[in-house]
């Protein structure tokens, strides 16, 4: 089996395991999805079959688009809503506010990961195979 499938991972579910469920669906051994959506974010996620996990970096290599919900007034430990309270605060900021500092979230974003995060196994990882991080 060759192709795609895009599905909407609900809330709760890892990107890797929509891709073990797709695989004994359709009964193939090859596939792979077109980025990791986090456990707690919901929403579309394309999976490549066979021989289409070859062109994944072609096709997905394109803008993408994210909505989102923000609770004003907490910090979290993870910088997510399983992470611990941190401080709080009662400022909430006005319309005006919001629209001033949107600019600032359009374009290239360079993502930083949360500090337990960067802590974890798991990056240090990502940061010792990272390509950007050997030298020649």
């Excluded at 070859?54 to 394109?62: A, E, Q, R, T």
Aim: aromatic letters at 8%; glycine letters at 10%; a positive charge.
């Amino acid at each position: 089996m060759h192709g795609w499938v895009i599905i909407d991972k609900p809330l709760g579910m890892t990107s890797t395991r929509a891709v073990s469920i797709v695989k004994r669906l359709f009964q193939t051994k090859k596939a792979g999805h077109g980025g990791t959506l986090d456990p707690l974010a919901s929403g579309v996620l394309p999976i490549a079959l066979g021989e289409a996990t070859k062109v994944m970096s072609y096709i997905l290599g394109g803008n993408k688009g994210y909505r989102f919900q923000v609770k004003w007034g907490e910090a979290r430990s993870t910088e997510d809503l399983e992470g611990e309270i941190t401080a709080t605060s009662p400022h909430r900021p006005t319309r005006e506010e919001i629209i001033q500092i949107l600019p600032h979230f359009r374009g290239p974003l360079e993502q930083t990961p949360p500090p337990l995060f960067r802590h974890s196994r798991q990056w240090q990882t990502r940061l010792r195979f990272s390509p950007s991080r050997r030298s020649l």
